[in-house]
């Protein structure tokens, strides 16, 4: 069974860092594209950041640019996201998804992966 399972999400004050791993099972997920989405509390689900397969391309949202940064370690099976200068607009639940390369996909849009994971929540206080 697939499964993506993320940690690391917490409760931080305005400007600390906190870093989200998103960690793969059941199959190998080295040829997959990832990506990270965030549902704010009555809120549409938004596109974070993505990261290609080989991790030659990343794609982050204006908002994120110049304090997130998306990585992924394919030996470990995981996918990061190191989030800096947070700030209370961040707080959401944080939620990692996956889509075989083959396929392709359009990695700022939800609906064009196949897997995700439970989330996790990073709350932001001012």
């Known amino acids: 069974q697939v499964q993506l399972v993320e940690s690391g999400g917490g409760l931080v004050q305005a400007g600390g860092s906190l870093r989200l791993s998103c960690a793969a099972s059941?199959?190998?997920?080295?040829?997959?594209?990832k990506g990270w989405f965030r549902r704010a509390p009555g809120k549409e689900r938004e596109f974070v950041a993505a990261?290609?397969?080989?991790?030659?391309?990343?794609y982050y949202t204006d908002s994120v640019k110049g304090r997130f940064t998306i990585s992924r370690d394919n030996a470990k099976n995981t996918v990061y996201l190191q989030m800096n200068n947070l700030k209370p607009e961040d707080t959401a639940v944080y939620s990692c998804?996956?889509?075989?390369?083959?396929?392709?996909?359009?990695?700022?849009?939800?609906?064009?992966?196949?897997?995700w994971g439970q989330g996790t929540q990073v709350t932001v206080s001012s």
């Open positions: 059941g199959r190998t997920f080295s040829n997959y594209n």
């Open positions: 990261i290609s397969w080989n991790g030659d391309s990343t």
């Open positions: 998804a996956a889509r075989h390369a083959k396929f392709g996909n359009d990695p700022y849009r939800g609906p064009s992966y196949d897997y």
